[in-house]
């Protein structure tokens, strides 16, 4: 007889404890054992919350290296079935090797369950008989129970009433968080609204601009008193910057309280000043010129100006919650999760480095379905794009969606923006990108040796193929890989999927209450038309035009839950769950690790001089995944 020695390690998570009986069976290459049940001297206490237990497995001969292990749980006479959740199992063999099987998974019925040994294989290396067979059972049932879900893109709460004054407005501002605090201070100053298109929750419009569109006739006269410079010589020393919000165009508001509500599509021109400062020179609020669509300049009267702001700061919200929000972090993350679930087993490299990117992303997407975007949700009903312009928006932004502008460096380049000052989005997501980057260049690079093992491994191609095809829709305009055909583009993807569900997603979440919880600033709906002509504004129009005071309220309490950190926040880098055993992947994640807390601590001494820090992109953060 020979034994092995069996260490479960049951997971510390609410709720983990199981009283069942537990079984287990060992697999290897020469054989495997009987089913065993696992006794020792903490008797029920032996599969509790955290708990630690070793046990004894005898064979008759060695069955030679592990290849996985069967667990079962059995309900004790009378007593219930109880959930289980174990992290994983270390088993020692008689020859003195040790095997690390992860697990990490509730186990939730009396059915037996197996679980692979932890070292990564691709599936042309799955060699074992039962190996093969229980990877294609895994991905079997993942298949069932992971589905993509259609977007259908083709086909004082109560109080109704509008704001009395600013005053009242400002009673209802009723939680302030330091930047929030800012935001309210200085929602009305040039100088903040262009820094919003650099570090605030939407840096991703902006763009240098070469010429003027033909639909925004902007004069240097209109913009240039006394002929002090032309725009011709600003654009050429790169100093003019366009905002486009052509995606809003036509797009058909909503119905609010009974009352029409109203969406602009504007055009913003921008300048950098000789101190480095990005602000507005002109504001028109449709796409078509007209009589009645006048252009807006900073010196207009004080309410022509402003509403004009107030009219983009709507805009804004909108695109920034359907397109830069929820599809380009949100929904795409889910393609990712789900492509991922349906196509890769645990075994699989690939599976091991991105799990924890993919952490309570379905959860949190069904939510938002329900809650958000469904026909009764919060942004359906109190924002301006709600219902049938919804669907428009996510339309459009789904046709205008590339790769390059999901790969921060690309998409930097593409909009001319290398050399901005003071644009801290950028500079700290290209280092967390490069940082990413260089992590997955070891992890893969370390499985896959060269291109070839890339092509023949076809579970990673299926992987990709349903990105492709239920994701972008099968459009090769999107610049997204059908196949991966060598092992730079797939660490590219790769890097691109870790920093979409990770650091985009904070940079584009994580200042919503800082950015948004002062409604003037960024209104989730405006109720009144766009003057068409000047000199007809005042602090009454504002107030008018602002949404009720239900709107306001919901959207308020909608962006403070959604930008609000979880209670079991897991920072970008951190892996509770250890899914992988090699030396190698282990010590490049300790690595990772180890350059986020350099970058961390960069961002820590470049804030300490800044008079409005750039918190959304420091590692500590940053979570791993799309959870909220």
Same mark, same amino acid.
């Given at each position: 007889?020979?034994?092995?020695?069996?260490?479960?390690?049951?997971?510390?998570?609410? +709720?983990?404890?199981?009283?069942?009986?537990?079984?287990?069976?060992?697999?290897? !290459?020469?054989? %495997?054992?009987?089913?065993?049940?696992?006794?020792?001297?903490?008797?029920?206490?032996?599969?509790?919350?955290?708990?630690?237990?070793? @046990?004894?497995?005898? $064979?008759?001969?060695?069955?030679?290296?592990?290849?996985?292990?069967?667990?079962?749980?059995?309900? @004790?006479?009378?007593?219930?079935?109880?959930?289980?959740?174990?992290?994983?199992?270390?088993?020692?063999? &008689?020859?003195?090797?040790?095997?690390?099987? &992860?697990?990490?998974?509730?186990?939730?019925?009396?059915?037996?369950?197996?679980?692979?040994?932890?070292?990564?294989?691709?599936?042309?290396?799955?060699?074992? +008989?039962? /190996?093969?067979?229980?990877?294609?059972?895994?991905?079997?049932?993942?298949?069932?129970?992971?589905?993509?879900?259609?977007?259908?893109?083709?086909?004082?709460?109560? $109080?109704?009433?509008?704001?009395?004054?600013?005053?009242?407005?400002?009673?209802?501002?009723?939680?302030?968080?330091?930047?929030?605090?800012?935001?309210?201070?200085?929602?009305?100053?040039?100088?903040?609204?262009?820094?919003?298109?650099?570090? /605030?929750?939407?840096?991703?419009?902006?763009?240098?601009?070469?010429?003027?569109?033909?639909?925004?006739?902007?004069?240097?006269?209109?913009? @240039?008193?006394?002929?002090?410079?032309?725009?011709?010589?600003?654009?050429?020393?790169?100093?003019?910057?366009?905002?486009?919000?052509?995606?809003?165009?036509?797009?058909?508001?909503?119905?609010?309280?009974?009352?029409?509500?109203?969406?602009?599509?504007?055009?913003?021109?921008?300048?950098?000043?000789?101190?480095?400062?990005?602000?507005?020179?002109?504001?028109?609020?449709?796409?078509?010129? #007209?009589?009645?669509?006048?252009?807006?300049?900073?010196?207009?009267?004080?309410?022509?100006?402003?509403?004009?702001?107030?009219?983009?700061?709507?805009?804004?919200?909108?695109?920034?919650?359907?397109?830069?929000?929820?599809?380009?972090? +949100?929904?795409?993350?889910?393609?990712?999760?789900?492509?991922?679930?349906?196509?890769?087993? *645990?075994?699989?490299?690939?599976?091991?480095?991105?799990?924890? +990117?993919?952490?309570?992303?379905?959860?949190?997407?069904? *939510?938002?379905?329900?809650?958000?975007?469904?026909?009764?949700?919060?942004?359906?009903?109190?924002?301006?794009?709600?219902?049938?312009? *919804?669907?428009?928006?996510?339309?459009?932004?789904?046709?205008? *969606?590339?790769?390059?502008?999901? $790969?921060?460096?690309?998409?930097?380049? %593409?909009?001319?923006?290398?050399?901005?000052?003071?644009?801290?989005?950028?500079?700290?997501?290209?280092?967390?990108?490069?940082?990413?980057?260089?992590?997955?260049?070891?992890?893969?690079?370390?499985?896959?040796?060269?291109? #070839?093992?890339?092509?023949?491994?076809? %579970?990673?191609?299926?992987?990709?193929?349903?990105?492709?095809?239920?994701?972008?829709?099968?459009?090769?305009?999107?610049?997204?890989?059908?196949?991966?055909?060598?092992?730079? %583009?797939?660490?590219?993807?790769?890097?691109?999927?870790?920093?979409?569900?990770?650091?985009?997603?904070?940079?584009?979440?994580? /200042?919503?209450?800082?950015?948004?919880?002062?409604?003037?600033? #960024?209104?989730?709906? =405006?109720?009144?038309?766009?003057?068409?002509?000047?000199?007809?504004?005042?602090?009454?129009?504002?107030?008018?035009?602002?949404?009720?005071?239900?709107?306001?309220?919901?959207?308020?309490?909608?962006?403070?839950?959604?930008?609000?950190?979880?209670?079991?926040?897991?920072?970008? /880098?951190?892996?509770? !769950?250890?899914?992988?055993?090699?030396?190698?992947? $282990?010590?490049?994640?300790?690595?990772?690790?180890?350059?986020?807390?350099?970058?961390?601590?960069?961002?820590?001494?470049?804030?300490?001089?800044?008079?409005?820090?750039?918190?959304? =992109?420091? &590692?500590?953060?940053?979570?791993?995944?799309?959870?909220?």
């Amino acid at each position: 007889m020979v034994d092995y020695e069996v260490t479960v390690f049951t997971g510390s998570l609410d +709720h983990a404890t199981t009283y069942n009986d537990v079984y287990i069976k060992l697999v290897g !290459t020469d054989g %495997e054992s009987h089913r065993t049940r696992l006794i020792d001297y903490k008797g029920p206490l032996a599969f509790i919350k955290g708990a630690v237990s070793s @046990f004894t497995v005898s $064979c008759s001969v060695s069955i030679g290296k592990l290849v996985l292990i069967e667990l079962d749980k059995q309900r @004790f006479s009378l007593f219930p079935e109880e959930d289980w959740f174990p992290a994983k199992v270390e088993i020692t063999s &008689p020859e003195g090797d040790t095997y690390t099987v &992860p697990i990490h998974r509730w186990i939730t019925d009396s059915e037996v369950h197996r679980f692979r040994e932890g070292t990564a294989l691709r599936a042309f290396e799955d060699n074992h +008989h039962l /190996g093969r067979y229980s990877r294609e059972k895994e991905l079997k049932w993942r298949k069932k129970e992971y589905r993509m879900i259609e977007l259908k893109l083709e086909g004082l709460a109560n $109080c109704k009433k509008k704001w009395k004054d600013m005053h009242h407005l400002n009673r209802a501002f009723w939680h302030k968080t330091h930047m929030a605090d800012y935001v309210q201070k200085h929602w009305k100053e040039d100088v903040f609204f262009g820094y919003q298109y650099l570090n /605030g929750i939407n840096p991703m419009l902006i763009r240098r601009c070469t010429a003027l569109p033909s639909n925004f006739p902007v004069t240097d006269n209109m913009v @240039f008193l006394h002929g002090q410079s032309s725009l011709g010589e600003e654009m050429k020393k790169g100093n003019i910057f366009l905002v486009d919000y052509k995606l809003l165009d036509g797009v058909k508001p909503n119905v609010i309280n009974r009352k029409k509500q109203y969406l602009m599509a504007p055009l913003v021109l921008l300048h950098k000043t000789p101190q480095d400062q990005l602000m507005p020179l002109a504001i028109q609020l449709k796409q078509t010129p #007209a009589d009645d669509n006048p252009i807006f300049f900073p010196t207009d009267s004080e309410y022509d100006w402003l509403m004009a702001k107030i009219f983009v700061r709507s805009a804004d919200f909108n695109i920034h919650e359907l397109n830069v929000h929820l599809l380009r972090t +949100h929904l795409l993350a889910e393609v990712f999760t789900v492509s991922l679930l349906r196509n890769v087993p *645990m075994v699989h490299p690939l599976y091991k480095l991105l799990i924890p +990117h993919t952490r309570y992303t379905l959860q949190i997407n069904i *939510m938002a379905r329900l809650l958000l975007i469904s026909k009764t949700g919060v942004f359906t009903e109190y924002a301006a794009s709600g219902g049938e312009g *919804m669907i428009t928006i996510l339309r459009r932004s789904m046709s205008s *969606m590339t790769y390059s502008s999901l $790969c921060i460096p690309d998409d930097i380049a %593409e909009r001319g923006l290398e050399d901005v000052p003071n644009f801290h989005y950028r500079d700290d997501g290209l280092r967390l990108w490069h940082i990413i980057n260089r992590f997955v260049q070891g992890v893969l690079g370390y499985y896959y040796k060269n291109d #070839a093992e890339v092509k023949q491994d076809s %579970e990673l191609q299926k992987w990709i193929s349903d990105i492709f095809v239920h994701g972008f829709l099968s459009k090769k305009s999107t610049g997204i890989p059908q196949s991966f055909t060598s092992v730079a %583009e797939l660490v590219k993807f790769v890097t691109m999927v870790i920093f979409t569900s990770s650091a985009q997603h904070a940079a584009v979440n994580s /200042g919503q209450y800082d950015f948004d919880g002062w409604m003037p600033n #960024a209104p989730s709906s =405006l109720q009144r038309p766009p003057p068409t002509k000047k000199g007809t504004t005042n602090e009454n129009t504002m107030l008018d035009t602002f949404p009720d005071v239900n709107t306001t309220v919901k959207g308020m309490a909608t962006v403070w839950l959604l930008s609000k950190q979880s209670t079991d926040f897991v920072p970008l /880098g951190q892996y509770p !769950t250890h899914h992988f055993t090699e030396e190698t992947p $282990c010590k490049l994640m300790k690595e990772f690790q180890e350059r986020l807390e350099g970058f961390e601590a960069h961002v820590k001494a470049r804030n300490g001089n800044l008079g409005v820090p750039y918190t959304y =992109l420091n &590692p500590v953060e940053v979570e791993n995944s799309v959870s909220l």
